[in-house]
C-alpha cells in the first residue's frame, strides 16, 4: 500500500520549521533551520530574504529526503509564516530591502500621528488591523519618508510568503490571511484598500494578488526544485499567517475556545464565523480564510521577559551547586512563593507593547517592591506579570466574543507545571494544554487536506490534535488575582503619560 505525506512549514522570525506528516496527521519528523534577526537601537528588526529562502528550501529538501518518491507519494506541502513583513522588489521581483519584520518599530511616529486622525479610525474599521508600527501600512508609509530613493526605485511591495511563492513558481500572490494582516485590505470587499493604497501611495497592481488561503499551486521552477529535491507538481498550499494557523492547530476553531500561545512573544486569539470589530481598537481582526475569522490581541512580551529574569534573578552559585539548569530552578523557587508574590506587581513591558495597549513606548516596572522583597518574589511577580498582561487581552476577547468555556494554551510556557496552573488561576478559566506538535504546522497541513478534497472541513484538525491534559482554577488562587489584576490596570494607566518621556531619555542615553 502507497505511503502519502504532507510537510507543513513554519516561516518564523528567527528560524523556520518543516514537519513530516503522514495522510493521518501523524508526526514522522522535524527539522529546523535558523537564521539572524538584525536589531539596533533604531527599532530596526529586519531579516536577510536570501537567508530565509534557503532556509525554507533546505526544511523541504530535508523533509523530502525522507520520502521514497519511486513507491510514496509527497502530497502537498502547505505554509505558516508570520504576518506585517515588507520587502521591496525591482521590477524583477528582486530585493531592494532586507525583510522588514512585525517586531521594526522605526514607523513609531507615523502610526502615532496616523492613529490620532479620523483617518486611522476609519481605517481600522475597515481593516481590523490595529494602527501601530507592526502594520506593513504604517511601515510602508514612513519608508516613504525616511527612504524615498529606494520606494522611488521600488516595482513591487511584497511580503514574505509572496517573495516566497514567488521564487518558487514566478508567480505574485498571497494568501487572504496575510493580506488581512497588512493593514491595507478591506475585510469586507476581502480586496485592497483604496484609502490605504491613497496613503502608502502603492498601487493595487504594485500588491500581489490576494488568493484563497486553499489555493494550490504547482511547477517548481527548475532551481528551486533542484534546491528541494522533491518532484516539480507537488502542490504548495498558501495556508494562512502564524497566529490562525497555530489556532486550528490546536483545534480552537470555535467561538467558545480561546486559544493563548506564550512563546518569545505571546498571543490570545479566537476564532468566529464572521469579522468583529473592538470599538475600543484593542484587538485585531484577520482572515484565517474566506469565512473564518481571528479575533485577538499579540503581545510583544511572553517568554522573553521570563528570560531577561532568570539570567538577571537567579542565583548563578545555586545553579552550579544543585547541577540543574536555570529555568528549572527558576520554576522550582517560583512554586515556594505564593500568589501575588507578597504583594510585588510587575509590568512585562521591555519592548514596548502592542496589544491591549499599542504602545512602543510602554516599559516595565516592579510596583510595591520593598526591603522585605526578594529575589524569588521578583521572579514569581514577572511570571505573574506575564500572565496578567495576557489576562488584559483575554479580557477584551470575551467582552467582544462572549464567555469561552475554555483556554487552550501552547508555546515553550506549556512545559512547566507551574506555568499552567498560574494561567488557569490568573484567568479564571480551565486550561487545557494539547501535547500536539507544531500546532502552525498541523494547521497548514489541515488546509492542504481541504484545499485537496481529502476533508471537507477544518473541524476535521480535532481529530489529529490528541491528548491534552488540563488545569482548573484554584478558587485561593483566583482569589488573590482578582484583586491584583484591577490594580496592575489602574498602574498602566498612570503611567501611560510617562511611558514616552522615558523613551525619549533612553534613546538619548544610547547615543
Known sequence: MQMNYFIGVDVGTTSTKAVLYDEHARVLDHFNESYSLYRDSSGMAEQDPEAILNAVEKVIHDAGAKIDFVNEKLLAVSFSSANQSVILLDQHFRPLSRVITWADTRAQAVANHLKRSPEGQQLYIKTGTPIHPMSSLTKIMWLNQAQPEKVANTAYFGDIKSYLFYQFFGSFKVDVSIASCTGMMNINTMSW?????????????????????????????????????????????????????????????????????????????????????????????????????????????????????????????????????????????????????????????????????????????????????????????????????????????????????????????????????MLADVLNCPVNIPNSFESGCLGAITMAMKSLGIVNSLNVVQNFVGDISSYQPQESAVHVYQQYLPLFQQVEGLLTPAYSTIAKLQQQSTH
Not at 269 to 281: A, E, G, K, S
Not at 382 to 392: L, R
Open 193 to 421: 484598500d483604496e484609502q490605504a493604497l491613497a496613503l502608502t501611495k502603492v498601487k493595487e497592481s504594485q500588491l500581489p494578488a490576494i488568493v484563497n488561503g486553499t489555493t494550490q499551486v504547482s511547477g517548481l521552477t527548475d532551481k528551486a526544485q533542484e534546491k528541494m529535491g522533491i518532484p516539480s507538481d507537488t502542490p504548495f498550499v498558501y495556508g494562512a499567517f502564524d497566529g490562525a494557523l497555530s489556532n486550528l492547530g490546536v483545534g480552537a476553531i470555535r467561538k467558545d475556545t480561546v486559544a493563548i500561545t506564550i512563546g518569545t512573544s505571546a498571543g490570545v486569539r479566537v476564532v468566529t464565523d464572521h469579522p468583529v470589530i473592538d470599538p475600543q481598537q484593542r484587538l485585531f481582526c484577520y482572515a484565517v480564510d474566506n469565512d473564518l475569522w481571528v479575533v485577538g490581541g499579540p503581545l510583544n512580551n511572553g517568554g522573553d521577559v521570563y528570560q531577561w529574569a532568570v539570567e538577571h534573578l537567579v542565583d548563578a552559585n545555586a545553579v552550579k551547586n544543585e547541577n540543574v539548569d536555570p529555568y528549572t530552578l527558576a520554576n522550582h523557587v517560583i512554586e515556594g512563593v505564593p500568589a501575588g508574590a507578597h504583594g510585588l506587581i510587575f509590568h512585562p513591558f521591555l519592548g514596548g507593547e502592542r496589544a491591549p495597549l499599542w504602545n512602543a513606548n510602554a516599559r516595565g516596572i516592579f510596583f510595591g517592591l520593598s526591603q522585605l522583597h526578594t529575589r524569588a518574589d521578583m521572579l514569581r511577580s514577572v511570571m505573574e506579570g506575564i500572565c496578567m498582561n495576557i489576562a488584559t487581552v483575554f479580557q477584551a476577547v470575551r467582552d467582544l466574543v462572549g464567555e469561552p468555556a475554555s483556554v487552550t494554551a501552547t508555546g515553550g510556557f506549556a512545559r512547566a507545571e507551574v506555568w499552567r496552573q
